[in-house]
DNA sequence: AAATATACCTGACTGC
DNA sequence: TGCAGTCAGGTATATT
């Protein structure tokens, strides 16, 4: 389930291998992801070279001389490089061949990821309604307090709502708000100033220290499975519901909330 | 306009 | 052992 970190961790685990390489010949065995991969990604993208590896978002963004290739791991999507050679595993369904004699892998047992082609970045649909990036300087407690005005919705909710701000999957937002203090149901109109800052550190710093944690396992994308997997992160209330808060010891409870679990301390979290 | 529900998909798990 | 049922989850899209 990779989530903003897990991207991030997977563009820096597979630019160095990827830029300047002239792809060869692009394989499409299973197209049928969230959008039918184009049909014509082979003839479109062959030849080129990839100039720039980015990510925006939990899309990554594999720009080639002329187009781009944006790519979504969805829930269980990934990348990684093997040889031409390597073995066709059930889920493949995608491999990017290049000169260099490896091939970027796309697996995808869930297949609720995307890979579409555009010479029209800009003006894509499905980057064009993004809010700020969560580490960038442009998503500040002024902006989310500024955003939440008159919103009654629960706080949860809203920050992973990508207009507000991208890459807070449900992970995340369980464990900032755990360690901003925040309940999960408190509707984002009442968050003062002072919690928005809270938050937004509380957001930057979870997220940071998952990417620097999966630094680690760069290696792994390379022959290997691909898989950044789970950081070893502590999760303080992800997954944990019923069991102590490790902070005060009272029993977790759990809501759904927009159909997603929440799991939160009735005592720390106000 | 805002809030909520739905659809997509399959591995892992539970209960019979 | 196997089968049916449930859950998870990102996000575009439809519905209220």
Known sequence: MPELPEVETTRRGIE???LNQQVERVVVRNARLRWPIPDDLDVRLSGQRFTKIERRAKYLLLHAEVGTLICH???SGSLRLVPHNEPIAKHDHVDIELASGQMLRYTDPRRFGAMLWTTELAAHP???KLGPEPLSDDFTADYLHARLQGRKQAIKPFIMDNAVVVGVGNIYANEALFAAG???RKAAGTLSKKHCVLLVDEIKRILAAAIEQGGTTLKDFVGGDGKPGYF???L???GRA???CLKCGTELKEVKLGQRSSVYCTKCQR
Request: glycine share 10%; charged share 10%.
């Open 16 to 18: 160095p291998h990827l």
């Open 73 to 75: 791991l969805g829930m």
């Open 126 to 128: 499905l980057l064009l």
């Open 182 to 184: 925040l309940e999960p």
């Open 232 to 234: 070893q992160q502590k």
């Open 236 to 238: 303080f209330v992800y």
């Open 242 to 244: 019923g069991q102590p």
